[in-house]
């Protein structure tokens, strides 16, 4: 299973960007998919989660800015990251977990495979 990250970049604080992950290996309509970020410093935080049954869960600090969302179609997964804020950068990574998860949705260590991760910066 491969995930490729894209669509990360440097936007100034209010801009928009859209991040996506392409899978292969894997057919995504049967797993959960997360993404997940790391500011310097800090550790992994979910951010946004999207079920085979397109539920959606967020954390509260990208709740009404970010939407997740996928195209079984395609295999892809996206973000769409809205009103961004400094706060908001960090590396994003797209993950893949079994959709039996549950209570653990949130927690990095249920994810299986990951993406090689990209780059949002959010500049003041």
């Known amino acids: 299973v491969q995930l490729q990250a894209s669509g990360g970049g440097l936007v100034q604080a209010g801009g928009s960007l859209r991040l996506s992950c392409a899978a292969s290996?894997?057919?995504?309509?049967?797993?959960?998919m997360g993404w997940f970020r790391q500011a310097p410093g800090k550790e992994r935080e979910f951010v946004a989660a999207v079920r085979w049954s397109s539920n959606t869960y967020y954390t509260d600090s990208v709740k009404g800015r970010f939407t997740i969302s996928r195209d079984n179609t395609k295999n892809m997964v996206y973000l769409q990251m809205n009103s961004l804020k400094p706060e908001d950068t960090a590396v994003y990574y797209c993950?893949?977990?079994?959709?039996?998860?549950?209570?653990?949705?949130?927690?990095?260590?249920?994810?299986?495979?990951w993406g090689q991760g990209t780059q949002v910066t959010v500049s003041s």
């Open positions: 993950a893949t977990a079994p959709r039996a998860i549950t209570t653990t949705i949130r927690v990095p260590s249920s994810y299986d495979y």
């Open positions: 290996g894997r057919t995504l309509s049967n797993y959960v």
